[in-house]
């Protein structure tokens, strides 16, 4: 059940940053990109990082994907964005039928749990156990991956500060 699930979402995830890439529109772009971060949190669940799933979805799917929006709302050139609105929400509620149906196809046929409890899985818990669930997320962000992660920060501000120059442009 659990390998079906995460196929449902990984594909929801894949759909959702395909259109990302090809939506018409800035709004239609950030919907997509909610359904595909929506469905990361939903696989964090399945591998049992919960943290993860509520950091994913308080940090990136709300306020990441709010100061988003407030800079699209700023750069706002006159579009007409109804109509890749009704496509985006007829998408999300496609991929969500479709969920649904596969979960309860699944019950009905008695799927069999697979998790998997391989080598990753026990160094995991074994980080859990050393140093709780939020030191083992924290130990190898600030410590490995450090440079990737302030650079990503650096990105964001960037982008944040050339929306709101080319804004300036327009309103003045």
Known sequence: M???LFYVFAAVAVGGAIGVVISRSPVGSL???IATLGSM???FVLLEAHFLAAIQIIVYAGAI???FLFVIMLLNLGHDYQ????VGAFSLVSFATVGAMAYVLSRQL???DLSDSGPGAAAIDAAIAQHGVVGAIAQPLYTTYVVPFEI???LLLVA???ALVLAKKNVA
Do not use: N
């Open 31 to 33: 919907l997509s990109m």
């Open 41 to 43: 949190a939903a696989i």
């Open 152 to 154: 990503t920060g650096i």
């Open 110 to 112: 008695g799927a069999a």
């Open 160 to 162: 944040i500060v050339g």
């Open 65 to 67: 994907m709010v100061l």
């Open 83 to 86: 109509k890749d609105l009704k």
């Open 2 to 4: 659990v390998t079906f």
